[in-house]
């Protein structure tokens, strides 16, 4: 809320835009459960573990954030253990919403089993997709965020060009950016449909429970994808892959203005500099 949520490897930085003007600035240093248990840097493995991480870290930061953006006098603050149920709640949610409500609505439309039912089920989840981001996107109070989130990738892009992080300079670079989480969505929602196609069962309780079962299993591979398509994100063909993605995020961000893009720069040099501390 009125900021922005930036990280490297090892440390996180929220800037957030007060009421009287001056920009708040948080640091925290990342210990991620991977540095302790080694297996979970594992390919397939830790595309779960970072989804979890994300999760835990991004609610602290909203907190922190709506604490800054509107003066509270009182900070709130949440214990691991209620940041903990919070996510797992938004898990449940989001597989409710995004996996067994679209096998549902695919069930009641009888189409047979095979590839033709994940297909179908595809579409419908990424019609839920879809109709959610345009749903967000419409509401007035939140098109702010949407804006921070375009500062956010207009600053990373105008980092990774080298160029002097200003907002003159800042200003010119686009609001889309292909490791974005939007365009992860998009590649689960293409990776179900092919898993589903494969594990497909007559039976419609079996069916269910794959539903809810592989709903890590996606995620990983989804993850891996995203990675390799960082790793060669200059081929043509990765370029034609993450268009789609690219293309929702004119749902799931706005032009930003310059003080949000102000925001965004001391967040991208603030992590900055403590990366070059920890080296």
Known sequence: MEGIMMRSKDNVVICVRQP????????????????KYRFLKFPFIRGIVALIETMYTGIKSIYFSANAAFGDDEEVELSSKEIGVIVVVALCLSVLIFSVAPFFAASLLGVE????????EGIIRLSFLLGYLFFVSQIKDFKRILQYHGA?????????????????????????HARCGTSF??????????????????????????RVLLVPVISSISYELLRVSDRYKDSPIVKAVVAPGLLLQRFT??????????VAIKAVKEVETMAQECE
């Not at 009287?20 to 540095?35: C, M």
């Not at 961000?253 to 102000?262: F, G, L, S, Y």
């Open 185 to 210: 969505l998009l590649i689960v929602t293409v990776i179900s449909i092919l898993i589903f196609s494969l594990v497909s069962s007559p039976d419609y309780l079996t069916r269910l429970s794959y």
């Open 113 to 120: 089993t095979g590839v033709v039912f994940s297909t179908v």
């Open 20 to 35: 009287n003007q001056e920009i708040v600035t948080q640091k925290q240093k990342l210990t991620s459960i991977t540095q």
């Open 253 to 262: 961000t706005r032009q930003p203005d310059d003080k949000m893009i102000e």
């Open 152 to 176: 956010e990738h207009t600053a990373i892009n105008a980092y990774e060009a080298g160029v002097e992080m200003n907002v003159e300079n800042v200003r010119n670079y686009s609001r889309f």
